[in-house]
């Protein structure tokens, strides 16, 4: 049985961050799950445009408030507590925290799983998991 502390990874490898967002990795590859989960804070301000191309995501809102724009259709989805929105195919999307807000903080599970310390590349994207 896995227990883990968010407390106990702050400053690791596993607390990860880019501009506009952080990231505490609490279940990654080394822990041989199949999935990664992660607590996520998209800061306010932040517009991240994202494209997991090689991982599929869920994300689970637990505080804050946000939109998520599908860039291929233009569609808007308000985001807040208790609202799930999941990238299903690779699809490329935009997460924006209106400047002024709290953080949109949301629960993340991915597939395959993240090694842990990946950073958003230029396209949006983390680079495919190592076999």
Same mark, same amino acid.
């Given at each position: 049985? *896995?227990?883990?502390?968010?407390?106990?990874? +702050?400053?690791?490898? +596993?607390?990860?961050?880019?501009?506009?967002? @952080?990231?505490? =990795?609490?279940?990654? +590859?080394?822990? $041989?799950?199949?999935?990664?989960?992660?607590?996520?804070?998209?800061?306010?301000?932040?517009?991240?445009?994202?494209?997991?191309?090689?991982? #599929?995501?869920?994300?689970?809102? *637990?505080? %804050?408030? %946000? @939109?998520?724009?599908?860039?291929? @259709?233009?569609? =808007?989805?308000? *985001?807040?507590?208790?609202?799930?929105?999941?990238?299903?195919?690779?699809? +490329?999307?935009?997460? =924006? #925290?209106?400047?002024?807000?709290?953080?949109?903080?949301? *629960?993340? #599970?991915?597939?395959?799983?993240?090694? $842990?310390?990946?950073?958003?590349?230029?396209?949006?994207?983390?680079?495919?998991?190592?076999?």
């Amino acid at each position: 049985m *896995i227990i883990r502390e968010k407390s106990a990874l +702050r400053n690791t490898a +596993r607390d990860a961050s880019g501009p506009g967002w @952080t990231s505490l =990795r609490l279940l990654v +590859r080394s822990d $041989g799950m199949g999935f990664s989960m992660t607590e996520t804070e998209v800061l306010p301000g932040a517009v991240l445009n994202l494209h997991y191309k090689h991982h #599929v995501e869920a994300c689970y809102c *637990i505080a %804050g408030h %946000g @939109t998520v724009t599908e860039l291929e @259709t233009g569609a =808007r989805h308000d *985001i807040g507590p208790g609202t799930l929105y999941a990238p299903d195919a690779h699809d +490329r999307h935009e997460v =924006r #925290v209106p400047e002024g807000a709290g953080p949109l903080r949301l *629960i993340c #599970v991915f597939s395959p799983a993240l090694e $842990g310390d990946e950073v958003h590349g230029p396209e949006g994207s983390y680079p495919p998991a190592q076999d």
